[in-house]
């Protein structure tokens, strides 16, 4: 759409509404038409020349920028998020693009949302919008310098007129609920007119993202941590004696990096946090929920998307979904709540305030993923990394350690009754039918190939000495996964299993799994020639990543000639699951929502070296995963709200991205 995609070049002048009955039906004289003309003949449109196309302007309600919309939908060209995920990462030389974009939010850090939202200059309002800002133009063979005569009717207020070279694009506001009429007279060359209409129906999508952390976007933060390339010392313990290893600190801390140092306040390193769309929670922009409903505003130029990111990493049925949950991470700066609100709390307050402004404003659909965390995934993945020791010990006292036969006893006993309360939760917002509940299954993490099972060793785990990834514990985790607990939440949840659901008409949700077929080639093991050189340097596929000599690591902890800054956290690569490797660079987090009795003592706390690799993402999809989830669920959505996929191809260079500013 050339005359949609071309910015104004001069201002337009908007005329006074026509008030005389006389002069409103008569036919314009164009400016430009020769002198002495008369007024213009209206010609019907000749077949396939000239139309009316329209788009609604910066429709992912969530960015305040359009600039930011615009930079997405520049990368998405037809051939998937994927894609154009990959594009966005090659254009952030891997840094990442929501490092530009999460600051410029419609929502705050406590992840509450807004009832009002400066966008692009505009006040709006944010849960039940009164207008929506339209772009509208003229395609086709126009001839060069025709000028247009525009009117716009709601049908409720005096019409707007507008006369602009129709090359230009015409932005206006229309109010939403109701049709404008669109008339324009196009100029040609021998003073006649030719009149083009158009109605313009916005509908403003609403769509709420739940459930866990791989609904939420852990292992991705919006702003990745900022790595020192110096070492930070970790102090294990062993049989009553101590032993020092060195990773990579973070950029910019001040305190001691050493282990026999004053303890440092927690608040000097809680500084340097990454950074998450809301920390609490672990939520960012790159949870395929966001990148989905991201995709469908791009593609529907009909519609806007008001979408309300509401997942939180950790979150089980009744933790954090259904009732408070522990916080995940401090934000860098600001208040750190200890607890989080439930999900459904979250969702019912959202819509009551949208109903304050529209009252027939309902939620048009639920993605949804919930459950690993139920059957304690992230126990099992303790049992399969974590070698006997001290910190294995302390992870068995936490509760951070499960065994298959544990969680096959809570999947079979626990998880379908627990799953009747979600649907109990969610059919008050879906008028009692679950059919516009979109529920995203998970990819099995540790898989090399189709039925090829991830081998164990330390490459990706070498970040902490006490990992070690166990082959046999791993194969029958594998197998629990892909044979126990995946089959069982898709019954679960598309009740195709007799017994699966009280009433299956009205419980039934879409269920989405296709990505299974594509992370079993893209596991945590995956590795590739085209990996990014760092990854292939640094991360030794032996396990010898790090310097063991205290006296070299403490000055340079990596066994490569690279930097620990080197690090591209969202580089393409063949994996598109986080090691613990890849979450430490990437996150570096310290835990807030864990067990009292693993909380660090202090920096240098063996339990936070171990924490601090696993707690921030790993075995959690990449970016890329993310991606290919959303590109999977995207025709179920379509089809869930009765949308059609985008009939061509749009392509454009991509913006450059914004400057950031350095912290």
């Not at 997405?72 to 994927?82: I, K, Q, S």
């Not at 410029?104 to 009002?116: A, H, K, V, W, Y």
């Not at 409720?156 to 009429?181: F, H, M, Q, S, W």
Request: include cysteine; charged fraction near 20%; hydrophobic fraction near 40%.
């Amino acid at each position: 759409m050339r005359a949609l995609l071309t910015a104004a070049v001069s201002a337009l002048l908007f005329l006074p509404p026509v008030c005389d009955p006389a002069l409103a039906q008569s036919r314009p004289v164009l400016p430009g038409a020769p002198p002495g003309a008369a007024p213009a003949d209206v010609l019907p449109p000749a077949p396939n020349s000239l139309r009316v196309e329209w788009e609604v302007k910066n429709r992912f309600r969530l960015f305040r920028n359009e600039a930011d919309f615009r930079r997405h939908a520049a990368a998405m060209r037809g051939d998937g998020v994927l894609a154009a995920e990959q594009r966005l990462a090659r254009a952030s030389d891997g840094r990442g693009w929501a490092r530009d974009m999460v600051g410029n939010l419609c929502i705050d850090q406590s992840g509450r949302f807004p009832e009002t939202c400066q966008r692009d200059g505009e006040r709006e309002n944010f849960m039940a919008p009164a207008d929506h800002r339209v772009g509208i133009g003229v395609v086709g063979a126009l001839t060069p310098g025709a000028l247009c005569a525009w009117s716009f009717d709601d049908r409720e207020n005096a019409a707007k007129e507008v006369t602009a070279p129709c090359a230009d694009e015409i932005k206006l506001r229309v109010r939403y609920g109701v049709t404008t009429l669109v008339t324009v007279d196009v100029g040609l060359p021998d003073g006649t007119a030719q009149r083009l209409t158009a109605d313009i129906a916005v509908r403003d999508l609403l769509i709420a993202g739940m459930g866990d952390s791989i609904a939420a976007g852990e292992g991705n933060p919006d702003q990745p941590i900022v790595l020192d390339d110096e070492g930070f010392c970790f102090r294990r313990f062993l049989s009553g004696t101590t032993s020092e290893y060195f990773r990579p600190g973070r950029a910019g801390f001040k305190g001691s990096k050493a282990c026999d140092s004053t303890p440092t306040p927690l608040t000097d390193w809680q500084r340097l946090n990454a950074r998450w769309m809301n920390a609490a929670c672990h939520r960012s922009l790159y949870g395929y929920q966001m990148r989905a409903a991201l995709a469908l505003a791009v593609e529907q130029t009909h519609a806007a998307v008001t979408f309300l990111p509401i997942a939180c990493s950790g979150s089980t049925i009744d933790l954090g979904f259904l009732n408070p949950l522990r916080t995940r991470e401090c934000p860098p700066t600001g208040a750190c709540a200890s607890t989080t609100v439930p999900q459904v709390v979250q969702l019912a307050e959202a819509m009551a305030t949208a109903r304050k402004q529209n009252k027939d404003r309902k939620l048009d659909l639920i993605l949804l993923t919930i459950g690993a965390n139920d059957i304690w995934f992230a126990g099992l993945l303790g049992d399969v990394i974590t070698e006997p020791s001290t910190e294995r010990t302390l992870f068995e006292k936490g509760g951070m350690i499960v065994d298959v036969p544990e969680a096959q006893k809570i999947l079979d006993a626990d998880v379908p009754g627990d799953f009747a309360k979600v649907r109990a939760a969610l059919k008050p917002f879906t008028g009692g039918n679950l059919s516009r509940v979109v529920y995203v299954s998970y990819g099995n993490p540790t898989l090399a190939g189709p039925n090829n099972v991830c081998p164990g060793g330390r490459a990706g785990f070498d970040v902490h000495p006490v990992f070690n990834v166990d082959a046999a514990r791993l194969k029958r985790v594998s197998d629990f996964v892909e044979n126990k607990f995946l089959p069982k939440m898709r019954a679960l949840a598309a009740c195709d299993t007799p017994g699966a659901c009280r009433d299956p008409v009205n419980d039934r949700m879409i269920f989405v799994d296709q990505h299974r077929a594509d992370f079993a080639n893209h596991g945590f093991c995956a590795r590739s020639e085209d990996d990014p050189v760092f990854d292939r340097e640094c991360f030794s596929a032996k396990g010898e990543s790090f310097e063991t000599d205290p006296a070299t690591a403490a000055a340079g902890p990596l066994v490569c000639n690279f930097r620990p800054r080197d690090f591209r956290p969202y580089a393409p690569r063949a994996r598109w699951i986080r090691t613990a490797n890849d979450s430490y660079f990437t996150a570096m987090t310290f835990p807030e929502g864990i067990s009292p009795v693993l909380k660090p003592s202090d920096l240098h706390d063996a339990t936070w070296g171990a924490t601090s690799a696993v707690y921030g993402g790993a075995i959690h999809p990449t970016a890329e995963g993310h991606a290919a989830m959303a590109d999977m669920a995207l025709p179920s959505i379509r089809a869930a709200l009765d949308l059609q996929a985008p009939p061509s191809i749009r392509t454009e260079p991509l913006p450059p991205p914004q400057i950031q500013q350095t912290r």
